[in-house]
């Protein structure tokens, strides 16, 4: 990873972008204490991350991943000390605690076809377990900031936490929010993501920040668009699966495009069918 670092998006909030799967990691500074929020994949990048994040500030950190793919919580064993707290969604901390060779397994399917040298790596990385677990929701107190963690339900998957910072008016969204590309339907619960998005929507206010799992920092607008589709295709699945469509006739119609929409539907009819 090669990131030209930090970059302040509001008073004590910084953002870093990682240029390869243009992950964002959020690191939210008080007096005397921070927040890392997700970790990046590999002990590597997570070096760069944690000498990015010490030229911003000293303080130690508590880390929170906003849910357990490779690219948001793999580093933790490199920038977690034996004291610090490590915050995630319950489901996410058990399958990061029970299943670690499959979620190593599934990052290296996943990226050997067009990142081998980092598919190779993933293979390699250490798993460390977050320490506390986040049922519904928990407020942290970083330095005198108050920062609320939340699982606003099913989403992008059935672990995702969000994290918002009301001082500084930032809502760290993970991947129930996407901007670099479509939302990621793989391991998704699409008929309840739309109802996700309008939870987290009811901690912003018309200057909200809202840094999403992936590219640039949007406002509300954005989200509410995307709220918009996401709504649109669980209608779309609701309406193929009641009249027996093919997953593959829901997807020609998704305002996501073809492909994306193939796996929604998909996960939706599973979904339905109660196999999700």
Same mark, same amino acid.
């Given at each position: ?11 004590? =909030?910084? %953002? ?5 799967? *243009?992950?964002?990691?959020? #690191? +939210? &500074?008080?007096?005397?204490? /921070? ?111 108050? =920062?609320? %963690? ?5 989403? *992008?998957?059935?672990?995702? #936490? +969000? &994290?918002?910072?009301?001082? /500084? ?108």
């Amino acid at each position: 990873m090669t990131a030209a670092g930090f970059s302040e998006i509001a008073a004590g =909030v910084h %953002l870093l972008r990682e240029p390869l799967l *243009h992950v964002n990691v959020v #690191l +939210v &500074v008080g007096d005397g204490a /921070a927040l890392l929020v997700d970790t990046l994949s590999t002990a590597g990048q997570a070096r760069e991350l944690a000498t990015a994040a010490r030229a911003v500030t000293p303080h130690p950190w508590t880390i929170v991943n906003t849910h357990h793919h490779f690219d948001h919580c793999f580093g933790n064993a490199t920038l977690a000390g034996p004291e610090t707290p490590v915050y995630a969604q319950a489901q996410a901390v058990a399958v990061l605690r029970d299943h670690p060779d499959e979620l190593r397994r599934a990052a290296y399917e996943e990226m050997r076809a067009e990142q081998p040298a980092l598919a190779e790596e993933l293979t390699r990385t250490e798993l460390r377990v977050p320490t506390h677990a986040v049922h519904a929701e928990t407020v942290l107190d970083v330095g005198g900031r108050r =920062v609320l %963690l939340r699982h606003p339900g099913h989403g *992008h998957t059935d672990a995702d #936490l +969000v &994290v918002h910072v009301p001082d /500084a008016d930032v809502l760290v969204a993970g991947d129930l929010v996407e901007q670099s590309g479509p939302p990621a339907f793989e391991e998704s619960y699409p008929l309840r993501w739309p109802d996700a998005v309008a939870d987290l929507l009811r901690l912003t206010t018309p200057a909200t920040v809202v840094v999403p799992g992936h590219g640039e920092p949007v406002d509300v607008g954005f989200v509410r668009e995307q709220h918009d589709r996401l709504a649109r295709q669980a209608w779309l699945i609701r309406a193929g699966h009641s009249g027996s469509a093919p997953p593959e006739r829901v997807a020609a119609e998704s305002p996501f495009g073809a492909r994306p929409g193939l796996i929604a539907a998909r996960r939706g009819y599973a979904e339905l069918d109660g196999t999700a």
